[in-house]
């Protein structure tokens, strides 16, 4: 079964450890021990989004998650987050044989205290150049992940992402692509170009074993791709990652915030830095908002392009085989 497909994600598979080389990438607030342990024990690789966790937080979350999977999973630490170091020594406690640093170049001295307790470190790269010395500093593995995704996005779409960054390293180096799969055709396409693996968010978002509340899945099952639309930067004083979310009352208190940081920065009350992190923190604080609360006029419905394509609550495992179905229909083609 499977086995054009298996035979191009095989790569990705040793790499990860699993059955289907299919991540599920993490997702704060939507990532935890239940979708986490669900994608792992699937055959896909589920990774836990730390986002603005504690230690403590993170210590508990990884127990739990072993507690309902013995299969392979990750955790992804943002590279931001003012505890990083101490979120790796969590990570090596519990021996996590997989770290994801997302949200910026890796500080110094990061893939190293990871590597250290023999961890694989996956890394995100915008640009060429740049994914090519973080793969040479001891990166395992890179995310090409294109602006039709949900959440914090660069400005390059997936295809343009996978035509730079493929043909140049898959030969020696394990990549994976993110953005805008919402079927398995997608997959075998980026299979073929030479990706290891894929990985998605917004297809596994709403999965059955997703703790999201009701309202959240229900935005997602009404939305199409063109209500999935980027956060606007009202001051160029103060760069912001773009997020994508379904268009919603939260997007326009996103620009108030802006505003309001701003001017924090403009009184030197706060610097780049800080104001940056309070930027964060306002996504964590609007994103709990809608996937825990249901608020989802005000809170952050964080949603890729590919949402159009989610209409029913459906098991992650069935989700996982629909994938790998229609890839083999496309690759048997
Ligand atoms: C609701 C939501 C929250 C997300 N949160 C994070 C996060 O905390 N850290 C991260 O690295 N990526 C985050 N992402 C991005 C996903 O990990 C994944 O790369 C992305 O969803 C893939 O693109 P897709 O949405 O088109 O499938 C988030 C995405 C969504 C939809």
Redesign the pocket.
Known sequence: MHDKTRALMQRGCQFLGTEYAILC????W?SERNLVSAISNAGGFGVI?C?AMTPELLDTEITATKALTAKPFGV?L?TMHPMLFDLIAVCAKHGVSHV?L??GIPPKGSVEAIKAFGAKVLVFAPTLALAKKLLRSGADALVI?GS?????IGPVATSVLAQEFLPELSADHVVFV????GRGDMIAAYLEMGASGV?????F?CATESIAHPAFKKAFFRANARDAITSVQVDPRLPVIPVRALKNKGTEEFTAKQIEVAKLLDAGAVDMGEAQLQIEHFWAGA?RRAVIDGDVENGSV?????VGMVNSEEPVAEIVRQLVDQSEAALAR
């Open positions: 990438g993490a997702m704060s939507v989004a986002g992804n943002i994801v997302a949200g992940e039709e995704a949900g959440g914090h993110a953005g805008g799969i990985q998605l968010g917004t297809r978002a994103l964080m949603a890729g392009q590919s």
